[in-house]
């Protein structure tokens, strides 16, 4: 069964503080790893694709990695408006289905 | 990026009836859908996939009497919560995929249910 694990839980940073979050993850033969924002009240916005160890994507202050198990998502200066819950999500090969992990709900203060 | 709409957005209704949220794909054409299921500070967790011309596949748990899902054209799948009860109250957001090499899903904004 594919198996999602994102850390930490909640993240609070003072504005233009650098930080990362992390998707552990498990499955059975990766098509592809996503990263989605969410705010409140909202669906998901997408935000990146990754599909193979290595790769990386970048986007404004945020950017993100792959690799065997892992994915970072990098935010770099961070602004009160990146204030959200990161989702991470993968999909195996051969299925359509996302498996979603908890989420990081980041708060950046002024 | 795809741009996938939700109505309503928000509804309200009494314990017994039913109540139907549609999802469209705008700008493409979306041979499957997805429906998901959001509690308060957790992570969504996908109902069923919907299928256009046939039978939606339910996630385990998922009642398909219950929950009934029909994605009648390329650009609209419909869900529609019968005899709802209070404990079907949550956060409904519907995704589609848009046709192509690549394999993100797109989301609309979610639909806000509250069986009182």
């Known amino acids: 069964e594919d198996q999602v694990t994102q850390s930490p839980e909640a993240l609070r940073l003072q504005e233009g503080e650098s930080s990362s979050l992390n998707c552990s993850y498990t499955?059975?033969?990766?098509?592809?790893l996503f990263w989605y924002r969410q705010d409140p009240g909202k669906g998901p916005e997408f935000l990146f694709t990754?599909?193979?160890a290595g790769e990386e994507k970048e986007k404004e202050r945020l950017k993100a990695t792959l690799t065997k198990k892992e994915s970072f998502l990098h935010i770099t200066a961070p602004k009160p408006e990146d204030s959200a819950t990161y989702l991470c999500a993968v999909q195996a090969r051969g299925g359509n289905k996302l498996t979603f992990g908890g989420g990081t709900r980041v708060l950046v203060k002024p | 990026g795809a741009v996938v709409s939700q109505h309503p957005s928000w509804v309200i209704c009494k314990s017994g009836t039913s109540v139907k949220i549609e999802c469209r794909s705008l700008?493409?054409?979306?041979?499957?859908m997805f429906w998901y299921r959001q509690f308060p500070k957790q992570s969504l967790m996908l109902m069923a996939t919907s299928n256009e011309g046939s039978k939606a596949t339910y996630e385990q748990g998922v009642e398909k009497d219950k929950f009934l899902i029909n994605h009648a054209s390329l650009t609209l799948s419909t869900l529609t919560v019968t005899s709802a009860h209070p404990e079907d109250s949550s956060f409904y957001i519907c995704?589609?995929?848009?046709?192509?090499?690549?394999?993100?899903?797109?989301f609309g904004p979610g639909t806000r249910l509250t069986v009182t």
């Open positions: 995704s589609a995929r848009e046709p192509g090499t690549s394999y993100e899903q797109y």
């Open positions: 499955v059975s033969g990766l098509r592809g």
């Open positions: 990754l599909y193979s």
């Open positions: 700008d493409f054409q979306a041979t499957t």
